[in-house]
């Protein structure tokens, strides 16, 4: 259930913004059951049962189905068809919505009302469970391909928990159990028994974290660690290109080759300039070259060297863009909203 869930968010958060990455299923699906999609969001916003009360802000989640689950008593389950087919009588149910500590109040309300609203309006509450029964109709097939991996890394999960006390380590960082705003909650229900770190087969690098009376859930996407590492490779790309320039005196030599034809250009003459060694200098262009900041030209007997403004105007973006992501500055694409046309 926790991974039908967070698909049903990767599917929301993919029609509000068609620019963030999401697995390429959510795509595929998306683009497949356009029909079906438009209609799912546009449930609850017909409703007014869409927007946060902050600026622009929408619920992605899908927070009264968790709590559905968590009332049937099946928020772990691996069976999604169980779930939905006790979905209609749980949410024709009278009960006080749960306190969900891992969400701010506001998001509480709207899942309150949320589940108020399918209460008391039958026709609507069989709509709803019709829409949600016919997306995991499309999604299923994805599911099915991805549920082995995701057992798999459960058993890896459970074998390696049992000799760590630190549930941390078992996960890559940059996820909800490495983040300090959380750790009360989850040491708390560590203590209690009631915490559970649940591998996503479909989330890609995505993560999830959610707090119910009685459990404590972490989401952790199967790709999160190919992610980790592909941020390391790019702090190392990023910090090998800075390293280049870190030093003023190459820095010097790769102004002077800006300008060949007016400068000192072969490492005699650079040599002389900055007052140098000869294999200093060498050892400085050789550091360059490398870098494919400067390229060598050789005229008789003597090797001259020169670089280019767009090259080392790329270098430089390139190490940028390895830590903040691709500049683009001034564009923008307008976010698609899950609205009827």
């Not at 069989?126 to 949600?132: E, K, P, S």
């Not at 910090?239 to 003023?248: C, E, H, I, Q, T």
């Not at 262009?285 to 670089?307: F, M």
């Amino acid at each position: 259930m926790v991974e039908f869930h967070f698909g049903l968010f990767l599917i929301t958060k993919h029609a509000i913004d068609p620019e963030k990455t999401v697995p390429s299923w959510v795509v595929e699906l998306s683009e497949a059951q356009a029909e079906l999609v438009r209609r799912f969001g546009a449930f609850w916003s017909d409703r007014g049962l869409y927007d946060l009360p902050v600026a622009g802000g929408c619920y992605r989640e899908h927070g009264e189905l968790l709590v559905a689950a968590w009332r049937s008593g099946m928020v772990l389950s691996d069976s999604v068809d169980a779930f939905l087919a006790e979905l209609p009588f749980r949410l024709a149910e009278s009960f006080p919505t749960p306190p969900l500590e891992s969400e701010p109040a506001e998001i509480w309300s709207l899942v309150d009302r949320r589940l108020a609203y399918l209460r008391a309006n039958a026709a609507d509450r069989q709509t709803f469970c019709a829409l949600v029964s016919d997306i995991w109709a499309a999604m299923r097939p994805y599911w099915d391909e991805a549920r082995d991996s995701a057992v798999r890394a459960a058993r890896e999960f459970t074998a390696r928990a049992r000799n760590e006390s630190d549930p941390r380590v078992l996960v890559p960082g940059n996820t909800f159990l490495h983040k300090d705003e959380f750790q009360a909650q989850i040491t708390t229900a560590r203590a209690r028994g009631e915490f559970v770190i649940v591998p996503l087969g479909l989330a890609g690098s995505g993560q999830l974290f959610w707090t119910l009376p009685g459990i404590t859930l972490v989401g952790v996407g199967l790709e999160s660690g190919e992610r980790a590492e592909k941020r390391r490779e790019r702090s190392e790309r990023a910090a090998g290109r800075f390293k280049v320039l870190s030093d003023p005196t190459r820095v010097a030599i790769l102004f002077e080759l800006l300008r060949p034809s007016h400068n000192a250009s072969t490492v005699t003459e650079l040599a002389s300039l900055f007052g140098l060694s000869q294999p200093t200098v060498s050892v400085h262009i050789k550091l360059l070259r490398e870098a494919g900041l400067v390229r060598a030209e050789r005229d008789g007997n003597q090797v001259h060297y020169q670089a280019e403004d767009a090259v080392v105007r790329r270098f430089v973006e390139e190490a940028l863009e390895d830590i903040v992501g691709t500049l683009y500055p001034g564009v923008s694409s307008p976010a698609k909203q899950l609205v009827p046309a």
